[in-house]
Structures are given as C-alpha cells and as structure tokens.
Nanobody
C-alpha cells in the first residue's frame, strides 16, 4: 500500500492546515492510519491515529483540542485537520498504515508497516 501526503505549507501561528493521506490504490484493507511528525533535532513523534474498526481515534496530548483526524472511505483518505498552529508544530508530517485490523490504534511507529514520504509544515511569522 503506497501512501501519499499532501496539504503541507507555510502558515502563521494561530493558522490552520489540513493534511491528507491518500492511498495509491483502492483497497478495502485500509487498516489503521497514524500521523507522525519529525522535527529537526527531535525523534519522530506520534500525533494522531484512527483505527479501521470503529474509527476510534487518538490524539497526542499537545494537540488535543487543536488537531482532528478523520477518514473518508469513499476517497481512501485520512485527513489531519490542524487548527491554532504553533511554531513547535513545525516538522515533516508523515502518515503510515498498520498491516492489521485493530479496534484501537496507537501513536507509536513500531506497528506501522507502510509509510508515506511526508509533507513539510512550517509555522512561523
């Protein structure tokens, strides 16, 4: 499964962006999807995920109330809507797919098998 991210860019603090993760081919096995961020000098950080059984979601504490993850099965996309962006949200955002069906996802990289190339998000004046 090949994943492609889009929607990154430059935004001022307090602004919004919507990132999309799109599967390259139609598949009923979309599995759970996670969004991760790689910032300069920092380890990869899990941001949010959505399961494929029940569409249960999880958002990291620093993004709760600001970021929302959602899925559109018809379009084979998973969106990460980011509001009230802060400079510390800057980084390369990548989406990833687990290779199994799960009811509850986790935002740790280990279980995820297929990764996109990432899209750059810059939050600055």
């Amino acid at each position: 499964l090949r994943l492609v991210e889009s929607g990154g860019g430059l935004v001022q603090p307090g602004g919004s962006l919507r990132l999309s993760c799109t599967a390259s081919e139609f598949t009923s096995d979309f599995y759970s999807i996670g969004w991760f961020r790689q910032s300069p000098g920092k380890e990869r950080e899990g941001i949010a995920c959505i399961s494929d059984i029940g569409d249960n979601t999880f958002v990291t504490e620093s993004a709760k109330g600001r970021f929302t993850i959602s899925r559109d099965y018809a379009k084979n996309t998973v969106d990460l809507t980011m509001n009230d962006l802060k400079p510390e949200d800057t980084g390369v955002y990548s989406c990833a797919s687990q290779g199994v069906h799960v009811q509850f996802c986790a935002i740790v990289p280990g279980p995820y098998e297929d990764w996109g190339q990432g899209t750059q998000v810059n939050v600055s004046l």
